[in-house]
């Protein structure tokens, strides 16, 4: 009798168990209610009265410009080793912020700090420091390639070699203007050329995504733009985007855009504006990030040509909620604005933000990354942005990633799947996302 309990009272343990992890996982497949703490690069929203909006200045470039199926975004080619197909309206976020002893004469961004929260309380109760690569990285994976320069062009080969096997058309390169970095890194615009020409290389067009800097205005912007479109401009891997007008303009997308007041982009966003680059040159279609509710308006007000979602954890913001995106999608229609939403393998920037364990998105072995595509193309977007190919920090990258452990570490892998499961994913996905565009169009 006394077995007989023992082996009872092991199954109900077994099977709480089971009933529990299974709750867990689910858990990461659908939107919670919010966040107190926030991901990296926002800040905390105060409470900031409605803007107004600007009457006579709310206009875009061109009326009905991004209707949908007006947009050439896909393009099939052959390599001379293999047929392959890839995608252009599958765009994917790129950063440029690593380095290593052999390439800079020291760690960049691997050994990034632990950043405290804002409470003090909070803080003191989490570790602080730094990192100590290479065998202690700011990243809760390890890349296959270790803790790698961005200024080795053998790793800038290889990450254009995985973005084209993941059939990611379109590179979306943060940028800083010249002589300005991040506030853990170096400059690193000198990089551009190289990236486009390896980029070239592989098919895929680099798009721009501009970081916020201190003192970015519409005048700095307006330089910003001028800048990239001179020197960048007549490289063939330069993206253009096809609107339904006909028009080809580049694609340029604006991160933090909420950190500049409307009246201050409609000074370069739309026609009668004092730094207009409407109707110039330096036109072309600029999107913006959409993170509370309200940036909707102050978008539309502002005379972007769309919004972006970004952040790759589901229920963390209003524009990064899964839910929302159809309510999203229908105002950008009624107001002729693109809606590009943000999918991601997962979330985990706990290597950085410690207290920050209740943001983060297990990846249920790509079940995570599955629901959010499945997500973003019920919607019947124009472009799908991926968050991202190597953003470590935060986990989201889709980058080859092996197993390690040290005495120190155990670090997180994509096991029992191999090294390039999401690039797989992904390019499994941009084949769907295709054969559904088609669809929509008949």
Known sequence: MTRMR?????????????????????RTLKPSDGFSDLAPGMERFGDR?????????????????????????????????????????????????????????????????????????????????RHAPPEDIASSFYPELGPYSS???????????????????????????????????E???????AVLDAAQRHSIKVAFHIQPYKGRTDQSMHDNIKYIIDRYGKHEAFYRFRTSTGQILPLFYVYDSYLTPPDSWTELLTPTGSQSVR?????????????????????????????????????????????????????????NLLFIPSVGPGYVDTAVRPWNNHNTRNRVNGRYYETSLQAALSVRPEIVTITSFNQWHEGTQIERAVPKKTAERLYLDYLPNQADHYLQLTRQWAQTFSREKDKWLM
Not at 72 to 78: A, E, H, L, P, R
């Open 49 to 129: 009265p409605d803007r107004k909006r600007l009457d006579g200045k709310v206009a875009l470039a061109s009326p009905d410009l991004f209707r949908s199926g007006g947009s050439d975004t896909k393009v099939v080619f052959t390599k001379s080793d293999r047929d392959s197909s890839i995608f252009y309206d599958v765009h994917i976020f790129y950063y440029l912020w690593y380095g290593s002893p052999a390439m800079d004469n020291k760690y960049i961004h691997w050994d990034h700090p632990l950043v405290p929260h804002w409470d003090p309380k909070i803080a003191a109760s989490h570790a602080q420091g």
């Open 279 to 335: 109707g110039t040159p330096y036109d072309g279609v600029f999107v913006a990030l959409v993170v509370e509710e309200r940036h909707k308006h102050d978008i539309l007000a502002s005379g972007f040509d769309g919004m972006y979602t970004y952040f790759a954890s589901n229920g963390f913001s209003f524009g990064s909620s899964h839910q929302n995106w159809k309510a999203i999608k229908a105002f950008c229609d009624t107001n």
């Open 6 to 26: 023992r082996k009872a009272a092991v199954a109900l343990l077994l099977f709480t168990i089971f009933i529990f992890g299974t709750m867990m996982g689910l």
């Open 151 to 185: 200024r080795d062009p053998n790793v800038l080969e290889a990450h254009m070699a995985q973005i084209e096997e993941a059939a990611s058309g379109v590179l979306v390169l943060s940028w800083y203007p010249p002589g300005v970095a991040d506030d853990h890194g």
């Open 187 to 193: 400059p690193t615009e000198d990089l551009v050329p």
